[in-house]
């Protein structure tokens, strides 16, 4: 294409409003060229404020080609590296079991209390704990009692909740104890609050003896960062 034929064509681009940049880019000559040939071409005050949005819009043009790039990049790294994690954990003895569920409790487990026992909004946080108490300690679903804290505005919703955790431990119902609200309305309002399924406490029956005896758990592995 002749210089004289880019010249009109990046006019007719301008007068449409386009970007010398992109015009540039069409064609394959330079910013400088598309911007003498169009210098004196003024823009109207709407086709501005479209240039203006479209410089501010990070996800405009060959950006948001490059930004969407880099996501799908970042996102296949992370979920390589995610696949690497879980291949090294790989499947935990009873040995390995003990010791970081006892980790777990150390972090999370009940402590000022007279009963063993362990609070998560995290289903699977929940499962590794009660399976920690059957493989490790010979528990059974017998010995554990389920309450909900659930915030006062979903109070509505309570038996779907306790049916989402109930179905998702495979415990009955008979066995939650009646759930504890939160008496206070949350000023932020939640894109998907039907995701929300409050907090889970799980305790263990008559297990003073156990709790003491889970101190002694953690006071071995506190003495483990001992250098």
């Avoid at 040939?37 to 404020?49: A, G, P």
């Avoid at 979920?79 to 150390?106: C, D, M, Q, S």
Wanted: hydrophobic letters at 40%; a positive charge; glycine letters at 8%.
């Amino acid at each position: 294409m002749s210089k004289s034929v880019q010249k009109v064509e990046a006019r007719e681009l301008r007068l449409k409003g386009k970007s010398i940049k992109k015009i540039a880019k069409k064609l394959g000559v330079s910013v400088g060229s598309v911007s003498i040939w169009c210098r004196d071409i003024e823009l109207s005050l709407d086709q501005k404020k479209i240039l203006d949005i479209n410089a501010r819009n990070p996800y405009y043009g060959g950006r948001g080609v490059y930004l969407r790039n880099l996501k799908k990049r970042t996102d296949l790294k992370a979920k390589k590296l995610e696949k690497a994690g879980v291949k090294e954990i790989g499947k935990l003895g009873k040995r390995e079991l003990f010791l970081t569920g006892a980790a777990l409790y150390w972090a999370e487990g009940f402590k000022k209390d007279s009963q063993v026992g362990l609070a998560s909004l995290d289903s699977k946080m929940i499962k590794f704990f009660i399976k920690w108490l059957k493989v490790c300690f010979g528990y059974k679903d017998q010995d554990l009692m389920f309450r909900l804290t659930v915030n006062i505005s979903h109070k509505y919703r309570i038996s779907e909740i306790e049916k989402h955790w109930s179905e998702e431990l495979k415990i009955p119902l008979s066995q939650f104890q009646k759930p504890f609200y939160q008496n206070f309305i949350w000023k932020k309002v939640y894109d998907n609050p039907e995701d929300y399924f409050g907090v889970l406490r799980v305790k263990v029956r008559k297990s003073k003896d156990f709790l003491r005896k889970i101190y002694g758990f953690i006071d071995g592995l506190r003495l483990q960062a001992q250098v």
